[in-house]
């Protein structure tokens, strides 16, 4: 079962980084283990992981209307494991209250999770 995340670009770093530094570390220990078994250690099979950063400017498109919908198209189709999503509106009143990253979340079947940059227009930016 393959389980994707919509997180702001905040989160999404560290965690890289996470995977950059024990991925060698959890080669290199099933390299030991296995050859302390006495067995010949294989190749391991590679490691991918699909990645998308979106600048969503609050769900405006080029077109002036804000579409989450189109949005959520987009991020489905490039079928990513990790989303950071840039510029995300929380209920402000300039996206008429909408919770934009549990809409998102809905839209596209992903695990969310938001981190408030600023507070604006009576809800938060991030």
């Excluded at 770093?13 to 991925?23: E, N």
């Excluded at 600048?55 to 919908?69: A, C, K, S, T, Y």
């Excluded at 809905?106 to 604006?120: K, S």
């Amino acid at each position: 079962m393959r389980i994707s995340y919509l997180c702001p670009l905040s989160l999404c770093l560290p965690l890289a980084g996470l995977v950059a530094i024990l991925s060698p570390a959890v080669l290199v220990l099933t390299i030991q283990v296995l050859t302390a078994q006495g067995q010949e250690p294989t190749s391991p099979a590679p490691l991918q992981l699909r990645v998308l950063s979106y600048n969503i400017h609050h769900g405006r498109g080029i077109d002036d209307q804000v579409d989450l919908e189109r949005l959520a198209k987009v991020v489905n189709d490039c079928h990513p494991d990790l989303v950071a999503l840039q510029e995300v509106d929380n209920r402000t009143q300039r996206t008429d209250g909408v919770d934009q990253t549990a809409e998102l979340a809905r839209l596209t079947g992903l695990h969310a999770q938001f981190a408030r940059q600023i507070d604006f227009e009576g809800g938060q930016y991030g």
